[in-house]
């Protein structure tokens, strides 16, 4: 064991984490049978507005998680690792298009009549996703809400009560705080909705950073949180609860969406991103719509991300510090990385992720050299380690930064230093009228490493400063377990390093 990288972690950690992480060994909490309260059934199916359907996970025979199918054989099949089985049990198909409401009928009993033998379902993280899709279900099937059924959703939210995640906190607490104010809503439970609207608005006002971010500064947990708000405030005022807070926070994260997307409305890859998660960023703007939400776009700023672009080319470029200091899971060592398109397509690329599982693949996904970034001997800017753990943080400081024009939404040029080796590492990103340039700058040697799209053209890249330069196979991920075939530039340096992109 290294006890200087696990004190180098435990002291970001909140006391909150610790205190829970202990009781959380000692204290179990039990599924109880409850009775539901009596649902108000002037709920009708035109009320509840349509919301974002599911990506198709289920096809009458297998299910598709991850990219992995293969058919049901537990609730507690982990054989494809723990998130594929996390998926089994959110149950999202029930939102899925093209699935009857027999077959959605069918499953619910079954995952109730087999819930004492299931361990991986009653995790508060599925609890909370699973009886959020259970009561959309049975908002726009309210025939389907029998007793025996609703007894047992009003049970797993009693028990999501006691197993809140204050020991993770970050997007798993504020997932629970968005099933409790659904979950009591719904059962028109005053006093589970009076906590939960406190824990959410709580979580809320933590993890959403003044321009609209989510702390975690990942685009797809922020897409997936805002699709959930989006849930919230739809079952809620469906429910005769008043959501204009929620509206509040809604719109501030669909302005910081519109910021973020490329221009044509793709999602960014950095840090822990994929796509098939989360709702495409088209489809929460139209949900948005659909609930009467109007939004602004709002400036990049305390996300860390800033955006350059010309008539050809986009870049977003990340110079940012880690927001989520004690909930750093989903945080990659890729201080002053970037992605670069070229006439709307991908050039230069995120690495991506393609599992979650705690091996080799998911270790260097996260690391330094997978990403458009510049390492000295192989080392992390910031250590990360143990799959969803940061030990040492580096710390950047921007020294400049021009604006296009004064609205502040697109950057002519921008200078930082981050002190991830030892002493200062600059970059400065600039764009040109027809050029994207990076200048680096460390006192002895580095290698900046550049990560090309699968059909990109090297000879786009002019590099000067270099004593060495390596062109290698590499794979990249933009799903999860799905991989493409790319090459990476190994561009070797000491002291100053300029390349240009045109």
Not at 88 to 114: A, H, P, R, T
Not at 142 to 147: C, F, L, Q, R, V
Not at 403 to 421: C, L, M, N, P, T
Request: glycine share 6%; with cysteine; charged share 25%.
């Amino acid at each position: 064991m290294n006890y200087k990288l696990l004190l180098e972690t435990l002291v970001h950690l909140k006391p909150t984490q610790i205190v829970f992480q202990i009781l959380s060994k000692v204290s179990r909490p039990q599924l109880k049978s409850a009775i539901a309260p009596k649902i108000p059934f002037e709920i009708e199916n035109e009320r509840l507005i349509n919301p974002i359907p599911k990506y198709k996970s289920w096809d009458g025979k297998f299910f598709c998680f991850l990219n992995i199918k293969d058919t049901f054989i537990s609730w507690n099949q982990t054989g494809h690792g723990m998130l594929w089985a996390y998926n089994l049990n959110y149950m999202d198909w029930l939102g899925q298009e093209c699935i009857s409401v027999i077959e959605c009928e069918q499953w619910i009993d079954k995952f109730i009549d087999e819930l004492p033998k299931n361990k991986v379902g009653l995790d508060p993280y599925p609890i909370a996703l699973r009886s959020i899709n259970w009561i959309k279900f049975f908002c726009k099937n309210i025939e389907s809400a029998t007793k025996p059924r609703l007894d047992s959703l009003y049970s797993q939210v009693l028990l999501l009560e006691k197993k809140l995640e204050y020991r993770l906190l970050g997007n798993h607490l504020l997932e629970d705080a968005y099933a409790l104010y659904i979950g009591g809503a719904f059962f028109h439970d005053e006093r589970i909705l009076k906590s939960a609207t406190k824990l959410l608005l709580g979580q809320l006002k933590e993890q959403v950073l003044p321009d609209g971010a989510h702390y975690e500064q990942s685009v797809m947990y922020h897409c997936i949180l805002l699709d959930r708000l989006l849930d919230a405030i739809n079952v809620g005022e469906r429910c005769a609860v008043n959501g204009a807070e929620l509206r509040h926070y809604a719109e501030r994260m669909l302005g910081h969406l519109e910021s973020i997307v490329w221009s044509d409305g793709d999602m960014l890859m950095a840090n822990d991103a994929a796509h098939g998660i989360a709702p495409k960023p088209t489809e929460i703007f139209d949900y948005a719509k659909r609930l009467g939400i109007k939004w602004t776009a709002i400036p990049l700023k305390e996300c860390g991300y800033r955006k350059l672009q010309n008539e050809h080319l986009e870049a977003i470029v990340d110079v940012g510090n880690i927001t989520a200091t004690y909930q750093p899971g989903h945080t990659h060592a890729d201080t002053f990385n970037y992605e670069l398109r070229i006439d709307g397509k991908p050039f230069v690329v995120d690495t991506g992720i393609s599992t979650y599982n705690k091996t080799e693949r998911r270790q260097l996904e996260r690391s330094t050299v997978a990403h458009n970034a510049v390492s000295v001997d192989g080392k992390n800017s910031s250590e990360v380690w143990g799959g969803f753990r940061v030990g040492r943080r580096c710390h950047s400081i921007v020294e400049s930064l021009e604006f296009r024009d004064e609205s502040q939404f697109e950057v002519k040029s921008i200078k930082a230093w981050h002190d991830g080796y030892g002493k200062k590492c600059w970059r400065t990103f600039k764009m040109t009228g027809d050029a994207f340039e990076i200048e680096d700058e460390f006192d002895g040697e580095a290698v900046s490493y550049v990560h090309l799209a699968q059909d990109a053209d090297v000879e786009r890249i002019k590099v000067e400063g270099a004593y060495k330069i390596e062109v290698k196979p590499w794979k990249y991920s933009t799903s999860y377990n799905q991989f493409h075939d790319g090459k990476v530039l190994e561009i070797h340096f000491n002291g100053q390093l300029k390349y240009t992109i045109r």
